[in-house]
C-alpha cells in the first residue's frame, strides 16, 4: 500500500503559480512512477504529466507543456507539480498517483494508488 496526500492547492488569478506537493508514505516510493492528472466538473479525469521512478523519464499533456514541471524528491518521498501561467481552464481537483510499472502511463485505470485530490482554481 501508498499512501499519498496532495496539498498546495488554491485559488490563484490568471497568469499566477502554483506549488503542489504530494507527500507519499507505505511503500518504498522511490520503486513507483508518479502521476499527476486533474479533474473539472462534469468532465473526465485528465492526464497531466508523469515521471519515472528514478526521475530520468519525464512525460506532460500538450496542454500543459511548457507551463507546468513535474519534479520529485526520492528523499522526501514527495513529487511536485510547478504551474506557471496559469489559466481559468486548468480549474480543476489535482491529483497523484502512483504506478509500479515501468512504461510512461497516462491512463487513469493503469495508477494503482491516489490521493484524495486537492483543489486549484483559476479565476479570470
Known amino acids: 500500500q501508498v499512501q499519498l496526500v496532495e496539498s498546495g492547492g488554491g485559488l490563484v488569478q490568471a497568469g499566477g503559480s502554483l506549488r503542489l506537493s504530494c507527500a507519499a508514505s507505505g511503500r518504498t516510493f522511490s520503486y513507483y512512477r508518479m502521476g499527476w492528472f486533474r479533474q473539472a466538473p462534469g468532465k473526465e479525469r485528465e492526464f497531466i504529466a508523469t515521471i519515472s521512478a528514478s526521475g530520468s523519464s519525464i512525460y506532460y499533456a500538450e496542454s500543459v507543456k511548457g507551463r507546468f514541471t513535474i519534479s520529485r524528491d526520492n528523499a522526501k518521498n514527495t513529487v511536485y507539480l510547478q504551474m506557471n501561467s496559469l489559466k481559468p481552464e486548468d480549474t480543476a481537483v489535482y491529483y497523484c498517483?502512483?504506478?509500479?510499472?515501468?512504461?510512461?502511463?497516462?491512463?487513469?485505470?493503469?495508477?494503482?494508488?491516489w490521493g484524495q485530490g486537492t483543489q486549484v482554481t483559476v479565476s479570470s
Open positions: 498517483a502512483a504506478d509500479n510499472t515501468l512504461a510512461v502511463t497516462i491512463t487513469p485505470d493503469k495508477y494503482d494508488y
